[in-house]
């Protein structure tokens, strides 16, 4: 499985976008999927996570009421709408899915720069 994120950017205080992470190889093995955000000098950390059919959601409290997580399995993408963003959001966002393969395994993607300025 390989991950690719797009739609990353410079955006104001207070604006929105949205990030995609488009899915190849095995895409019929995937299972549960996320997005993970690494800011300068921090450690990666959970932002949102989905379950495989995308009935079952979790977010950090950091970004709960603003960020919205969603896959489209017919098209092997999954979504990241960021509404409300602050300059505390400004870090490389990846998406990480899990999947089997003789295996369990996870896959990421190569991230993508949001930068939120003041």
């Known amino acids: 499985v390989q991950l690719v994120e797009s739609g990353g950017g410079l955006v104001q205080a207070g604006g929105a976008l949205r990030l995609s992470c488009a899915a190849s190889?095995?895409?019929?093995?995937?299972?549960?999927m996320g997005w993970y955000r690494q800011a300068p000098g921090k450690q990666r950390e959970l932002v949102a996570a989905?379950?495989?059919?995308?009935?079952?959601?979790n977010y950090a409290d950091s970004v709960k009421g603003r960020f919205t997580i969603s896959r489209d399995n017919a098209k092997n993408t999954m979504y990241l709408q960021m509404n409300s963003l602050k300059p505390e959001d400004t870090a490389v966002y990846y998406c990480?899915?899990?999947?089997?393969?003789?295996?369990?395994?996870?896959?990421w993607g190569q991230g993508t720069q949001v930068t939120v300025s003041s």
């Open positions: 989905i379950s495989s059919g995308g009935g079952s959601t």
């Open positions: 990480k899915a899990d999947w089997y393969g003789s295996s369990w395994r996870t896959a």
């Open positions: 190889g095995s895409t019929f093995s995937i299972n549960a």
